[in-house]
Structures are given as C-alpha cells and as structure tokens.
T-cell receptor, first 111, second 115 residues
Framework: EDQVTQSPEALRLQEGESSSLNCSYTVSGLRGLFWYRQDPGKGPEFLFTLYSAGEEKEKERLKATLTKKESFLHITAPKPEDSATYLCAVRTHTGRRALTFGSGTRLQVQP | GAGVSQTPSNKVTEKGKYVELRCDPISGHTALYWYRQSLGQGPEFLIYFQGTGAADDSGLPNDRFFAVRPEGSVSTLKIQRTERGDSAVYLC?????????????FGNGTRLTVT
C-alpha cells in the first residue's frame, strides 16, 4: 500500500528564517510527486510536479527536490504570506489516476 | 478563466437524510475527481471520471455514496442515509487530461456537517 508521511506536522518560523519540509514516501513505482499549498477554507493549489530522483523545481521562495525515498520543500526567507498548509501527494505506476496525499505540514510565518 | 466551482459551500443535514453536492469543473477539462478531507488530514480519493464514465470508484467508502457526470462536465456526488461520520469537506478537482503531467485544479470544497 502506498504511504506518504509528512514532517513536521506544524512549523513556526520567523520572517526570513529559512527551513525545509519533508515528505517521505513508500510506493510501488513513482510516476510523479506533487506539492500543493492549501489556505484555510480553500482547496489545494498546485505548486510543483517532480518525476525522478535528482529533479528540482523552483518558484519564488520555494524549491522542491526529490530523492528515491523523499522530497523536500525548501522555503527561503519566508514571508507571512507563505503561511499555509503544504501537502505532498504521489501518483504511482499501478495504473490508478488517483493521488495519495500526506497529512500536510502547517506552516506559520510570524512577522 | 473560472476555476472549479462547488456548491453549496456549506451543507448541514440531519442523520439519515440524502444530500447532493455539485461540481462545475474548468471548461474543457475531461478528468474530474472527488476527494474527501477530514480536519487535519490530507484529501482522500473517492472517485475519478474520464468523460462521462466513472473510471475508478475504488475510493467510495460504501454503497451509500454515488456520483454521476452525465454530460461529461458537471458532476454530482450523492450521499444516501447520511451518517455523522460522513462530516468532512468534499473537494472536487479537474484536469485537462488524466496524464501525470496534467495537474489537478481543486475547488474550495463543500463542508458537509451531519447532525
């Protein structure tokens, strides 16, 4: 069974204090790993797709990386508007189209 | 353009009642997904449509849950004989196709509360 575990569950940072969120996965053949951002009362918003180990993607203050067992979402010099829950999801080679999500990391950036 | 629209945004119903939740996907998106999200958890897959047909309904928890997409656009999730454990946010997502390169675009969900 595919498993996705995110850590930490919650993270509080000061504005400008860089950090990383972790997503570890156990799947039977990864087709893609996805990062989403979710604000309270909203649906998840797509950030990145990573397909293979060694791949990196960047968007503003966010950079996502992928290894064979885990992915990291690095946040550089975060701002209060980066506060949100960050969700990681995987899609596998089983033929299913569904994504399996982790429980997310709740990030709070204080000014 | 317009995103995925879900109505109602909130629904309160009594245990045992029937509810329908509606999803209007992004125009031209052929793939449509329903997920359910409980507090503090990630979304959990329910059902996937490609066009009008349910291509994968393996996530539906039991036969009280049913979904349709008769014309390949709007979809309705139907829950019979609701139970308190059905309370959650029901999310709809659509994508241009079913390939892994096609990102899912989510609506803001319907918060269902069963009293």
């Amino acid at each position: 069974e595919d498993q996705v575990t995110q850590s930490p569950e919650a993270l509080r940072l000061q504005e400008g204090e860089s950090s990383s969120l972790n997503c570890s996965y156990t799947v039977s053949g990864l087709r893609g790993l996805f990062w989403y951002r979710q604000d309270p009362g909203k649906g998840p918003e797509f950030l990145f797709t990573l397909y293979s180990a060694g791949e990196e993607k960047e968007k503003e203050r966010l950079k996502a990386t992928l290894t064979k067992k885990e992915s990291f979402l690095h946040i550089t010099a975060p701002k209060p508007e980066d506060s949100a829950t960050y969700l990681c999801a995987v899609r596998t080679h089983t033929g299913r189209r569904a994504l399996t999500f982790g429980s997310g990391t709740r990030l709070q950036v204080q000014p | 353009g317009a995103g995925v629209s879900q109505t109602p945004s909130n629904k309160v119903t009594e245990k045992g009642k029937y509810v329908e939740l509606r999803c209007d996907p992004i125009s031209g998106h052929t793939a449509l997904y329903w997920y359910r999200q409980s507090l503090g958890q990630g979304p959990e897959f329910l059902i996937y449509f490609q066009g009008t047909g349910a291509a994968d309904d393996s996530g539906l928890p039991n036969d009280r849950f049913f979904a349709v997409r008769p014309e390949g656009s709007v979809s309705t999730l139907k829950i019979q004989r609701t139970e308190r454990g059905d309370s959650a946010v029901y999310l709809c997502a659509s994508s241009l196709g079913a390939g892994v390169a096609h990102a899912l675009h989510f609506g803001n969900g319907t918060r269902l509360t069963v009293t």
